[in-house]
């Protein structure tokens, strides 16, 4: 036994080393030992039950925004502006990477960009039914304006001609349908000016549309008698018409350049300006559509 064991610790009676205060040595280590190594799988179970604590309220309950996320994204129009964002915006994208020489991964972003393009006109190939469901829907509830109804069925009828050319186009630059290549560029240029010309008719419907809106803002203030509620009422929904026409303008103001770029052979409209131009007119129709999913 060491000097520190006898200076310390003592024998009992049956043998047994002890302590000062007559308490089993071993026993007191082992003891000790047990309370270090019982510590952490406390401090285990305590960080899990914070854990499952925190997952618990994150998950809770309902999920508002969730929900309104799949509602857009469920949505046909919510879908395709989806990825409208995504085409245009890695063409910004792609500027960038080139700009700082990086080759590589512009190139890469550029083969995004392509896909999302050619997905996008595939999905177009079931454009033709809906299409005609909104002409039939036209026709049974056709507009006030004598002007707004011809110029309804103006652009009705260029739809009528894009429609086809562009899904001509696109089979046949996937060699599905028999076209020669000169074929395939003529229907893909002049499915674009068809798109052109609903552009330049849209404008004229938005100018048509805001003589109407102006016109019913004036009969507002202009009329006898009337309770300030339903007064306020009715200027809301003439401010709501507003706000949505503004947004139009500036979609079709967005379009205009596009289809003018695309109409030409040609064109030296560069294709970043093709997606700033893009990337806006998508977030525009994106937010419409966010919030028709409310």
């Known amino acids: 036994m060491s000097d520190k064991g006898t200076a310390d610790n003592t024998l009992d009676a049956s043998g047994v080393l002890v302590n000062g205060d007559n308490e089993p040595v071993c026993e007191k280590r082992d003891m000790d030992n047990t309370d ?3 510590d952490k799988p406390v401090k285990k179970l305590r960080g899990n039950h914070i ?6 309220r994150m998950f809770k309950g309902p999920a508002p925004t969730l929900d309104h996320i799949i509602r857009f994204l469920s949505s046909g129009s919510g879908h395709d502006k989806f990825w409208m964002i995504t085409q245009y915006f890695t063409k910004i994208i792609v500027w960038l990477y ?3 020489g990086l080759k590589s991964a512009a190139e890469r972003v550029r083969i995004l960009s392509g896909l999302v393009a050619d997905y996008r006109i595939m999905i177009r190939l079931v454009g033709l039914a809906p299409m ?10 056709p507009a ?14 260029s739809l009528v001609c894009y429609y086809p050319l562009e899904h001509a186009y696109w ?5 599905i349908i028999p076209l020669s290549d000169k074929a395939v560029e003529n229907a893909g240029y002049w499915s674009c000016r068809f798109w ?8 004229v419907h938005l100018g048509e549309e805001y003589r109407g809106i102006t016109k019913r803002r004036k009969n507002i203030f202009i009329q006898g008698k009337i309770d300030a509620v339903k007064m306020q009422e009715e200027l809301d929904a003439v401010e ?9 303008l500036l979609i079709n103001a967005c379009y205009f350049p596009l289809t003018m770029h695309w109409s030409i052979r040609g064109s030296t409209f560069p294709d970043v300006a093709v997606g700033c131009f893009g990337t806006v007119a998508a977030l525009a129709q994106a937010y419409n559509v966010w919030n028709a999913t409310a």
């Open 240 to 248: 709501a018409d507003t706000k949505s026409w503004k947004i139009q």
């Open 98 to 100: 080139a700009k700082r």
């Open 132 to 141: 005609a469901q909104f002409i039939r829907y036209g026709e049974q509830y």
């Open 196 to 203: 052109a010309v609903w552009v330049a008719l849209q404008f």
């Open 36 to 38: 270090k190594h019982d």
């Open 144 to 157: 006030q304006s004598r002007v707004l109804r011809w110029l309804d069925r103006a652009m009705n009828l």
């Open 171 to 175: 089979l046949g630059a996937h060699r």
């Open 51 to 56: 854990l499952a604590l925190a997952l618990r």
